[in-house]
C-alpha cells in the first residue's frame, strides 16, 4: 500500500511538471502577447513591462525563473490586475467550490439512485423512460443546456432568478453542471448491477432468504460501486472547478470565469496558475478515487 501510493505521488509530480511545460510553451508560441492590444502602451513601456515580468528572456528562461518561483509558492501577479494570483484562484475557487461540491452530491445521489432503479426495473417503463432520458442529458452540450435552462426557467417562466453577487441563485447552475454526470453515474450503475445481480453469490443470498433491500444495498450496490468510483474522481475535479462555459453563462465569478478572462487577456501568470491548480485538483481527485477501491472492496491488492 505505501509503495503504491509514494509510486502514484511521483507519477503525480511527473504529470503536474509536464503539463505545466506544455502550457507554459504552447502559450508562449501563440502570436501576440498580454501588451499588444488595440490601445497598447509605446514602446518604452511595453518594454519595461516585459523587463518587469521576465518576458524579454528567452522563453526557456523563463521557464526556467518560472519553475524556481513556483517551487516558492509563488505564482506570480497578474498582468492586468496587478493582484497575486494565489490570492485570486482561492478567492474565486470558493465560489467555484460550493457550486460544484452541491453539483457533485446531486449527480452522485440521484445517479447511484436512477441506476439502481433502472436495473431492478430491467425492460420496464421505468427503465426505458431512465435510459432515455440519460441518454438525452448525456448528448447535449452543457452550454447549450445552460442556455436552454436559463431561457425556459428565468427568462420565459421567471421561477428562478438570474445570477448574482447579492442573490445566488444556484438551482439552474447546479442543474446544468450536475445533469451530464448524474447521466453517465445512472449508465454506469446499471450496467454494473446488472452485472452482480447475476452473480452467484446474489443467487444465494436471495435463496438463504436475505431481505431484498439488503442485498440490493449491502451485495449489489456496494460490489457495483467501483465503476463509478473510477468515474468519481475526474468528475468531482471537473464540476468542483465549474464548468467553464457555464460559469460564464450564467456570469459566476468563479475559477472557470477567471481562467477563460486571462485567456483572453493573455495574462500567462492567471492562465499558469489556473491550469496547475486545475491539474492538481485532477490528479489528486483521481488518486484518491483510487485508494477508495481498498475501502470499498477489501479484496482489491495494490501489489
Known amino acids: 500500500m505505501l509503495r503504491y501510493t509514494f509510486k502514484r505521488l511521483l507519477l503525480a509530480i511527473v504529470t503536474i511538471f509536464i503539463i505545466t511545460a506544455i502550457t507554459f510553451f504552447s502559450m508562449n508560441i501563440i502570436p501576440g502577447g498580454p501588451f499588444a492590444k488595440e490601445k497598447a502602451p509605446s514602446i518604452e513601456i511595453q518594454r519595461l513591462l516585459e523587463?518587469?515580468?521576465?518576458?524579454?528572456?528567452?522563453?526557456g528562461q523563463q521557464f526556467l525563473i518560472y519553475l524556481k518561483n513556483l517551487t516558492q509558492g509563488d505564482f506570480g501577479i497578474s498582468l492586468k490586475t496587478g493582484r497575486e494570483i494565489s490570492t485570486v484562484i482561492f478567492e474565486s475557487f470558493g465560489i467555484s467550490?460550493?457550486?460544484?461540491l452541491m453539483a457533485a452530491l446531486v449527480a452522485m445521489f440521484f445517479g447511484l439512485l436512477l441506476g439502481s432503479i433502472a436495473a431492478l426495473m430491467r425492460n420496464r417503463w421505468a427503465d426505458r423512460l431512465i435510459i432515455f432520458t440519460t441518454t438525452f442529458f448525456v448528448a447535449v452540450p452543457s452550454f447549450i443546456l445552460a442556455t436552454l435552462l436559463l431561457l425556459l426557467f428565468s427568462y420565459k417562466l421567471g421561477w428562478a432568478s438570474v445570477w448574482s453577487v447579492n442573490n445566488p441563485s444556484y438551482v439552474l447552475p447546479i442543474l446544468s453542471l450536475a445533469l451530464y454526470p448524474m447521466s453517465y453515474i445512472t449508465r454506469l450503475t446499471k450496467s454494473s448491477m446488472l452485472d452482480v445481480l447475476g452473480q452467484d453469490y446474489i443467487r444465494t443470498a436471495r435463496a438463504k432468504g436475505v431481505r431484498e433491500s439488503k442485498v440490493v444495498i449491502k451485495h449489489a450496490l456496494r460490489n457495483g460501486l467501483i465503476p463509478v468510483i473510477t468515474y468519481?474522481?475526474?468528475?468531482m475535479a471537473y464540476i468542483l472547478t465549474g464548468s467553464l462555459v457555464?460559469?460564464?453563462?450564467?456570469?459566476?465569478?468563479?475559477?472557470?470565469?477567471?481562467f477563460v478572462t486571462g485567456i483572453n487577456n493573455r495574462d500567462?501568470?492567471?492562465?499558469?496558475?489556473?491550469?496547475?491548480?486545475?491539474?492538481?485538483l485532477m490528479v489528486g481527485m483521481t488518486f484518491l478515487s483510487d485508494l477508495m477501491?481498498?475501502?470499498v472492496d477489501p479484496r482489491i491488492s495494490f501489489d
Do not use: Q, S
Open 246 to 258: 457555464v460559469e460564464t453563462v450564467f456570469t459566476i465569478g468563479g475559477l472557470g470565469t477567471k
Open 51 to 59: 523587463k518587469r515580468f521576465n518576458l524579454d528572456k528567452p522563453v
Open 293 to 295: 477501491y481498498k475501502v
Open 97 to 100: 467550490a460550493r457550486l460544484g
Open 268 to 280: 500567462y501568470p492567471m492562465i499558469m496558475g489556473t491550469t496547475i491548480f486545475l491539474a492538481t
Open 232 to 235: 468519481a474522481g475526474p468528475m
